[in-house]
């Protein structure tokens, strides 16, 4: 099943700290980088590893593992992706990143594409697009169109927080792809935020509510 639900506990703790009406700019973003974090661990759980001989501490060569040469492109979308890259970045600090801005139309709820810097050899890379929000999906959709022009094969989703509607959307269009989401919540409001979800992410975590 492409959805994946993080229902540990250190994950379902630090989401309900962030669901607080009235939390700071500083405990939004420590939380959104450490979710970003448990989520890039359940999202790699597949990586392959390769035997790899090293010196031990003894002076006798042991055998231990390593990551099997997987090349990572970090996909933030502007700007709440920007939210959980160090959190992301915490785990996989060779990762290469690809940085596209999208804003939604705030009538239309569409998603106006404004920035794109991916790096060269995207198509080699399995990319980790990030992002706090899965509202409608328009903005993801956009994203993963975006990735695949690109000759992008393998493409993760991690977001802190989704909407069935934007699940839905994402796996109409791209029905491979795996999601890995704190919470799926239980709808959209008529303003196409997410209900109970977390409010305007990127104005929490820039400060700029
Ligand atoms: O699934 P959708 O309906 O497309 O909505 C989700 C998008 O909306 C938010 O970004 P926003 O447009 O607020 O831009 P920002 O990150 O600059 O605040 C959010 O961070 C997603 O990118
Ligand atoms: O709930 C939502 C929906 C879109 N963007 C957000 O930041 N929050
Ligand atoms: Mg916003």
């Known amino acids: 099943m492409p959805l994946h639900v993080i229902k540990h506990p250190l994950v379902q703790h630090k989401l309900g700290l962030?669901?607080?009406a009235d939390i700071s700019t500083k405990s939004f973003r420590e939380l959104a980088n450490?979710?970003?974090?448990?989520l890039t661990y359940e999202a790699t759980k597949d990586f392959e590893l390769e035997p790899h001989t090293i010196d031990g501490w003894s002076g006798e060569a042991i055998n231990v593992e390593k990551l099997k040469g997987k090349k990572v492109t970090v996909v933030p979308i502007l700007r709440a992706g920007i939210g959980m890259l160090d959190g992301v970045l915490d785990l996989i600090p060779s990762a290469k990143v690809s940085v596209v801005g999208l804003y939604r139309?705030?009538?239309t709820l569409k998603p106006v594409p404004y920035f794109q810097k991916l790096v060269k050899d995207i198509?080699?890379?399995t990319a980790l697009v990030i992002d706090p929000m899965l509202a409608t999906g328009g903005t993801m959709v956009a994203t993963l169109d975006m990735l695949k022009q690109?000759?992008?094969?393998d493409v993760r989703v991690l977001v802190l927080v989704a909407a069935p509607?934007?699940?839905d959307k994402v796996l109409e269009s791209y029905p491979d792809i795996h999601i890995y989401t704190a919470a799926l919540d239980s709808h959209l409001n008529e303003?196409?935020?997410i209900v109970p979800g977390l409010?305007?992410?990127?104005?929490?975590i820039f400060g700029t509510r």
């Open 165 to 167: 509607e934007g699940v």
């Open 150 to 153: 690109h000759g992008c094969k």
């Open 18 to 20: 962030m669901r607080e």
């Open 191 to 193: 303003h196409g935020y």
């Open 123 to 125: 198509d080699q890379r």
């Open 105 to 107: 139309n705030e009538e």
């Open 34 to 38: 450490e979710l970003g974090s448990l």
């Open 199 to 204: 409010g305007d992410a990127g104005d929490k």
